[in-house]
């Protein structure tokens, strides 16, 4: 069963920085992309970051040049930093693998898979 569980969230002042962790198994880690998608109060949700089973990494413009994400394939963990964080930046982010991930035995849904998502607060 493919779990991703999300860590690092809190309150930060804007300027700040936070780094968050998606720790997951229940499949392959190096097999499938992931991302990071997050969600505001009243807002649609939207895809922050993405990053491909060979490394390579697109983000929104929202977050360029702020954000980084990576990967630790021997700690089966995603991640995301965040620097100079905004107010606007305050959502639920979610971590997600996908689509086509594989595992060693039997086989997975090939659509997308998500974390329970953590919260990131950034006040003014």
């Known amino acids: 069963q493919v779990q991703l569980v999300e860590s690092g969230g809190g309150s930060v002042q804007a300027g700040g920085s936070l780094k968050l962790s998606c720790a997951a198994s229940?499949?392959?880690?190096?097999?499938?992309?992931m991302h990071w998608d997050r969600q505001a109060p009243g807002k649609e949700r939207e895809l922050v970051s993405t990053i491909t089973s060979d490394g390579t990494t697109t983000y929104a413009d929202s977050v360029k040049g702020r954000f980084t994400i990576s990967q630790d394939n021997a700690k089966n963990t995603l991640y995301l930093q965040m620097n100079s964080l905004k107010t606007e930046d305050t959502a639920v982010y979610y971590c997600?693998?996908?689509?086509?991930?594989?595992?060693?035995?039997?086989?997975?849904?090939?659509?997308?898979?998500w974390g329970q998502g953590t919260q990131v607060t950034v006040s003014s």
């Open positions: 229940g499949y392959i880690f190096s097999s499938c992309g």
């Open positions: 997600a693998a996908g689509p086509f991930c594989r595992k060693r035995f039997g086989r997975l849904s090939d659509g997308y898979y």
